[in-house]
């Protein structure tokens, strides 16, 4: 029963380990990627949005994905971004963004440019 205990304890380790190397992987500021379209994930007077690229650029969720995520604790700077990525779809402008982890298969977004 004690060597079960001591396997299951050297188990958990080494996948919380690995996870937490994964998400540091994924870390990483991405430019020019082109923005095909955007969501509101839902309706609440603070909300996230998520947007998608024209390619697949990370691997959030298991397999390649072109699906990021905007979060905000403040409506200005959630409003800023969602604004950001707008101009640049209806622009046809290209976007930089620095991610910090994954939700399911979006990345979540740190920051948000946008440049020509």
Request: glycine share 6%; hydrophobic share 35%; aromatic share 12%.
């Given at each position: 029963m004690?060597?079960?205990?001591q396997?299951?304890f050297?188990?958990i380790?080494?996948?919380?380990?690995?996870?937490?190397l994964?998400?540091?992987q994924?870390?990483?500021?991405?430019?020019?990627?082109k923005?095909?379209?955007?969501?509101?994930i839902?309706?609440?007077?603070?909300?996230?949005?998520?947007?998608?690229t024209?390619?697949k650029?990370h691997?959030?969720?298991?397999?390649?994905?072109?699906?990021?995520?905007?979060?905000?604790?403040?409506?200005?700077?959630?409003?800023?971004?969602?604004?950001l990525?707008?101009?640049?779809?209806?622009?046809?402008?290209?976007?930089?963004i620095?991610?910090?982890?994954?939700?399911?298969?979006?990345?979540?977004?740190?920051?948000?440019?946008?440049?020509?």
């Amino acid at each position: 029963m004690k060597l079960l205990i001591q396997f299951s304890f050297v188990f958990i380790s080494c996948i919380s380990s690995t996870a937490q190397l994964y998400a540091e992987q994924n870390k990483k500021t991405k430019n020019n990627l082109k923005i095909i379209s955007i969501y509101q994930i839902e309706d609440e007077s603070s909300p996230g949005f998520d947007f998608f690229t024209s390619q697949k650029t990370h691997k959030c969720g298991g397999k390649l994905s072109n699906r990021y995520r905007s979060y905000s604790d403040h409506n200005v700077v959630n409003e800023r971004k969602f604004q950001l990525v707008l101009a640049a779809l209806n622009h046809q402008y290209k976007v930089s963004i620095k991610s910090h982890g994954c939700e399911g298969s979006a990345m979540l977004v740190d920051y948000i440019g946008i440049s020509q």
